[in-house]
């Protein structure tokens, strides 16, 4: 079973990041792309190129409300406290330097396996609707709990964001 947290709203400071783009990747394909960003981002921490400071992450761009479609664009990666001086080659993967914005962010958590993500992000965009939010048109994804194989996917937590322009109601939350 998974659970959605109420909304919180904050003024979001940005971040530079390190991540592997995916153009038009195809959903159906997404463990494999992840697998191999994440592997490639593992290389680039182990080498000591790359220093997150926070939870991995997955970036999308387009309208949440609609869901992923069968092809997404997307950036996986880390927040840094510095920006990446350039891109680095990890065994054929590009981790290059990107952002997440600063701006006005609509959070949530998402607790239980990732299957259940589908279900969360629309319950979630709903919250951010009934309290006057518009949301942006790009969403991310903070994996605060690390997967692995002795994780129950019960126990997963999942910060889900969105950018949001609103009412007074939603800015005084």
């Not at 479609?69 to 950036?75: R, S």
Request: aromatic share 8%; glycine share 12%; hydrophobic share 40%.
């Amino acid at each position: 079973m998974s659970t959605l947290s109420d909304v919180q709203v904050i003024d979001f400071p940005g971040f530079p990041t390190a991540v592997v783009r995916g153009v038009d990747q195809p959903t159906a394909d997404m463990h494999t792309f992840m697998d191999s960003a994440f592997t490639a981002l593992g290389g680039a921490i182990a080498r000591g190129e790359v220093t997150p400071v926070g939870p991995a992450f997955s970036r999308y761009d387009g309208d949440v409300r609609h869901g992923l479609g069968d092809t997404v664009d997307l950036e996986v990666g880390f927040p840094l406290a510095a920006p990446l001086a350039g891109p680095v080659e990890m065994d054929g993967v590009r981790v290059e330097p990107s952002s997440l914005p600063a701006c006005r962010l609509a959070t949530a958590k998402h607790t239980g396996p990732y299957e259940g993500l589908p279900q969360a992000w629309p319950a979630f965009i709903t919250q951010v609707q009934e309290l006057g939010g518009e949301p942006g048109d790009v969403f991310w994804e903070a994996y605060d709990t690390e997967p692995g194989p002795g994780v129950d996917p019960a126990t997963l937590v999942t910060g889900l964001a969105v950018p949001v322009h609103g009412t007074p109601a939603l800015r005084d939350r």
